[in-house]
C-alpha cells in the first residue's frame, strides 16, 4: 500500500478532498488587502468597533463590502469587540482604603422621630 493512501485512510479523508485542500491552501488569500484595512480600522478605535460599525467606515472609505464578509473575517480573525462601558472605580477604592466620610458629628443621626 502505498504511503499516501495509508494515511488517508487513517484519516478517512478521500484522496480528491486531500489534494483539493492542498491546491486551496497554497493559492493567495483574496481578502487580504481587506483584513489589513478591518485590523487598521478595529485597533486605531482601540476594539470598540464591531463588524457594522467596521463596515460603515469601509464604505465611508469608499470600499465596496458586504457586512457578511466582514463579519465572517473579523471572526476568523478572532477580533471581538469590547461590550459595555468600563466601571468607574471610586479613587479611594484603589489603595485598598476606605473612602473619606465627609458629614460632620453635627450631623450624625440622632432619636427616631415619631413621623418614621
Excluded: W
Excluded at 457594522?52 to 457578511?68: D, I, M, S, W, Y
Aim: charged share 20%.
Amino acid at each position: 500500500m502505498h504511503r499516501l493512501e495509508g494515511l488517508l485512510e487513517l484519516a478517512k479523508l478521500p484522496r480528491s478532498t486531500f489534494y483539493y485542500r492542498q491546491k486551496a491552501a497554497s493559492r493567495p488569500d483574496r481578502h487580504a488587502a481587506l483584513k489589513e484595512a478591518i485590523k487598521a480600522i478595529f485597533d486605531s478605535h482601540k476594539g470598540r468597533y464591531g463588524y457594522r460599525r467596521v463596515t460603515a467606515q469601509l464604505r465611508r472609505l469608499g470600499r465596496c463590502v458586504n457586512h457578511k464578509t466582514v463579519q465572517s473575517l473579523m471572526a476568523g480573525m478572532g477580533l471581538k469587540s469590547l461590550s459595555g462601558r468600563r466601571s468607574i472605580v471610586p479613587t479611594g477604592a484603589r489603595s485598598g482604603g476606605l473612602l473619606p466620610i465627609s458629614c460632620s458629628a453635627s450631623s450624625a443621626p440622632t432619636a427616631p422621630t415619631a413621623n418614621g
